[in-house]
């Protein structure tokens, strides 16, 4: 496996290089972010290894430029950012994965083998798109239009199983059995509680969505057309 690290801490990026070497991957190793896109383009690598903080390019705007302009290989962004948003704004940029400071280095090799088996092929984001939201279940985030909706990880479950289903009656037996589990505690009312909750927080009126209640059912989410 041979990768390039994009790396501007010396001590950190001796040491990645060290250990990365010692594992039979070669490295090159530079430490300026306006180098990275020319031995990115003019160099073939199995895996970009890109720090978010680089003088001269930022890891994130090479990578933005990169993907931009066609390349398909690999990319790995690692940052001390562990936001939502972070995450969500290194892939949107095209990283095929994240890794965020201070790492195990056994994490770090294994991350950089599963992305080099995939080869050239990038990692294709699970992302559906209703109304104004886009659903993104690889990050695990929901957006309404441009902006992040904050829900908590049962909430986005709800939701996501509302989605699968747009246009169809849901019944409260599977909600509660595909996000609890039919041996839970949980009862229809607190299902109801749920989708007042997502209602409040995605504020459907404006999002061009609808989640209905069917009486004695369930719920069924409605597209505009």
């Known amino acids: 496996m041979r990768v390039l690290l994009a790396e501007d801490d010396k001590r950190l990026g001796k040491l990645i290089q060290y250990m990365l070497e010692q594992n039979?991957?070669?490295v090159e190793w530079i430490t300026n972010g306006a180098d990275i896109y020319e031995y990115a383009?003019?160099?073939d690598y199995d895996v970009l290894v890109l720090d978010w903080m680089m003088p001269g390019e930022s890891g994130i705007q090479a990578c933005g430029r990169l993907r931009h302009d066609g390349y398909e290989k690999a990319i790995l962004i690692l940052t001390a950012r562990d936001s939502v948003e972070d995450r969500v704004k290194g892939l949107d940029a095209g990283a095929d994965d994240y890794l965020v400071k201070p790492f195990?280095?056994?994490e770090l090799l294994a991350r950089l083998r599963a992305l080099a088996r995939r080869s050239t092929q990038k990692i294709q984001q699970d992302i559906v798109k209703v109304g104004d939201f886009?659903?993104?279940r690889t990050a695990k985030v929901l957006k309404k239009k441009n902006e992040i909706v904050q829900l908590s990880p049962r909430e986005f479950q709800i939701f996501d199983l509302l989605v699968q289903n747009v246009g169809i009656v849901v019944p409260r037996e599977i909600i509660l059995d595909r996000i609890w589990g039919l041996e839970s505690d949980v009862s229809s009312n607190n299902i109801d509680s749920y989708m007042k909750i997502l209602r409040r927080k995605l504020d459907l009126s404006s999002g061009?969505?609808?989640i209905k209640t069917v009486r004695g059912v369930g719920y069924k989410l409605e597209a505009e057309q």
């Open 104 to 106: 195990e280095f056994a």
């Open 208 to 210: 061009g969505v609808a």
């Open 41 to 43: 383009m003019y160099t």
């Open 134 to 136: 886009t659903l993104n």
């Open 24 to 26: 039979d991957i070669q």
